[in-house]
């Protein structure tokens, strides 16, 4: 389904009010700076979670509203004292530039922080994720933040698969973001979207079992929640892990042809999950994955392969497949075709899938 049908005025309200409805009964995750209404705290929480895990944030920013509870104790501190609170962050411009910009609203604009969108965005420092977020959770005004986890939970519901790192990918995304903002509560929004891609539309191995937008998601419905979003860094990368989930179910395999402009565009695979990173696959994480993403509870997980590598040109795949025999009708993988095992040679696989079925009978 193209990207232009499936963004319709019934999808994007389904989206807001699940959403939303999630934030108000299921939503627990906890944030020292979740409800604040100080800019100043607000501003502080982004320039800190910049480049920089939430978990690894979460003490620097308590540490930073302890030593300076108002914009103008953090003006008037010593950079030597504030550098030193900063130590072990990284990325020092952030830094510096919260100190500019500190010194700036303390000194030329009287200590007050800017009240609009356009204000906060000419900040030294300030681009437009952080103007937004300041914006809408301290005076709830109507910009949509857009950060991964917004291009996450907005591309594998839409199916879209632009990259997310291109001017035309950037533009849409923010567009549609700005469609979906819930504009009488758009801190409260803005919240809820970005908590929800970080505890249930995670970018690995991600709970589509317990997703509030599963029946609408084009990801989900076509097999392609572990192939979006799409970013062009993700595709040049060096260093790529792509497992292979081997779907058996009454003498048919379930394959599903590679259609993003990447390696082995044309050509078969498996049920794919990549990962930025080495992930550890074992019986109960399987079922774990099967349960959580698939909504699969009866499935019995019959071969798991040794890793294997192959080295591209630019590139070295690491991959290791999963085989896993279902026995009940796999709903939640309409998005395969399945052909008999004994025909599986009959279709064009890359040399990496190729080279393990020699190994295997089909």
């Not at 609009?116 to 000419?122: C, F, K, R, T």
């Not at 986890?149 to 990259?163: L, M, S, T």
Request: net charge positive; with cysteine.
């Amino acid at each position: 389904m193209s990207i232009k049908n499936r963004l319709k005025p019934n999808l994007n309200t389904f989206f807001t009010q699940q959403l939303m409805l999630w934030d108000n009964q299921e939503n627990n995750r906890k944030m020292p700076w979740k409800g604040e209404k100080d800019p100043y705290k607000i501003w502080l929480s982004e320039v800190i979670l910049q480049q920089t895990r939430v978990e690894q944030g979460l003490d620097y920013y308590n540490k930073f509203i302890e030593t300076f509870p108002t914009i103008g104790l953090l003006a008037n501190a010593k950079d030597e004292s504030v550098f030193k609170l900063w130590e072990g962050l990284g990325y020092y411009s952030r830094c510096r530039n919260l100190l500019f910009t500190a010194r700036y609203i303390a000194f030329e604009l009287g200590g007050q922080f800017p009240n609009n969108y356009d204000a906060i965005l000419n900040l030294k420092g300030v681009g437009p994720y952080t103007a937004a977020a300041i914006s809408s959770f301290a005076y709830e005004q109507p910009y949509a933040v857009v950060d991964g986890n917004v291009y996450r939970v907005i591309a594998r519901y839409f199916g879209i698969e632009k990259p997310t790192d291109t001017n035309e990918g950037k533009e849409l995304f923010a567009a549609l973001a700005n469609k979906l903002l819930d504009k009488t509560q758009p801190g409260k929004y803005n919240q809820a979207i970005m908590d929800f891609g970080a505890t249930i539309c995670k970018p690995a191995l991600p709970l589509c079992n317990s997703c509030v937008l599963a029946r609408n998601c084009a990801a989900k419905i076509n097999s392609q929640v572990n192939q979006l979003p799409i970013k062009t860094k993700t595709i040049s990368r060096k260093k790529r892990w792509i497992y292979y989930m081997v779907f058996h179910y009454k003498g048919s395999i379930g394959i599903k042809q590679r259609m993003q402009k990447d390696i082995w565009q044309g050509l078969n695979e498996f049920y794919a999950i990549e990962s930025s990173a080495g992930l550890t696959w074992n019986i109960e994480t399987v079922n774990d994955w099967l349960q959580n993403q698939m909504g699969i509870s009866k499935a019995n997980v019959s071969k798991i392969s040794t890793v294997r590598t192959q080295q591209l040109t630019h590139q070295q795949i690491t991959s290791q497949f999963i085989h896993i025999q279902l026995n009940q009708s796999p709903k939640s993988l309409q998005g395969l075709i399945w052909i008999n095992e004994k025909e599986l040679k009959q279709f064009a696989f890359p040399r990496i899938i190729t080279a393990y079925m020699e190994t295997f009978n089909t």
